[in-house]
């Protein structure tokens, strides 16, 4: 899979904005329903002997009172990502195996992702910030 041509692709074929930094880092800019925009970040790593591609996007910043538990909860119904925290943010991540994974499921992982994460930023912050 090529991380950058399936990124632009997809980009160029919903209206985003792609972005390339290296040949193992993208950004794409996400449109969303309602006007609302999501970043996506793909990056190639990696991970347990093989290549993966890693799809995060920013939710909010970690504060106190956030509810974890609950939060952990209501990603179990997730199909691909997860809730991580890096860099003192709660973030929504999804990876895979570079070599495996189709365009369809790379697709479906990366609007699980932005929808996810423009669902949580909105309901924990009621903003539009990533």
Same mark, same amino acid.
């Given at each position: 899979?090529?991380?950058?041509?399936?990124? #632009?692709?997809?980009? /160029?074929?919903? *209206?985003?904005?792609?972005?390339?930094?290296?040949?193992?880092? =993208?950004?794409? +800019?996400? %449109?969303?329903?309602?006007?609302?925009?999501?970043?996506?970040?793909?990056?190639?790593?990696?991970?347990?002997?093989?290549?993966?591609?890693?799809?995060?996007?920013?939710?909010?910043?970690? #504060?106190?009172?956030? /509810?974890?538990? *609950?939060?952990?909860?209501?990603?179990?119904?997730?199909?691909? =990502?997860?809730? +991580?925290? %890096?860099?003192?943010?709660?973030?929504?991540?999804?990876?895979?195996?570079?070599?495996?994974?189709?365009?369809?499921?790379?697709?479906?992982?990366?609007?699980?992702?932005?929808?996810?994460?423009?669902?949580?930023?909105?309901?924990?912050?009621?903003?539009?910030?990533?």
């Amino acid at each position: 899979m090529d991380l950058t041509a399936f990124m #632009k692709k997809y980009a /160029d074929q919903t *209206g985003g904005q792609f972005t390339q930094y290296d040949p193992s880092h =993208s950004i794409i +800019i996400v %449109s969303l329903p309602e006007g609302r925009f999501q970043t996506v970040i793909g990056t190639i790593r990696q991970g347990n002997n093989q290549k993966q591609i890693n799809l995060n996007s920013k939710v909010c910043e970690v #504060k106190p009172g956030l /509810d974890f538990k *609950g939060l952990l909860e209501q990603a179990a119904a997730f199909t691909y =990502s997860r809730f +991580i925290i %890096s860099d003192n943010h709660l973030q929504l991540e999804t990876t895979a195996q570079l070599d495996t994974v189709s365009e369809a499921s790379l697709t479906a992982m990366l609007q699980e992702v932005a929808s996810l994460a423009d669902q949580y930023e909105h309901k924990l912050t009621d903003s539009d910030i990533h």
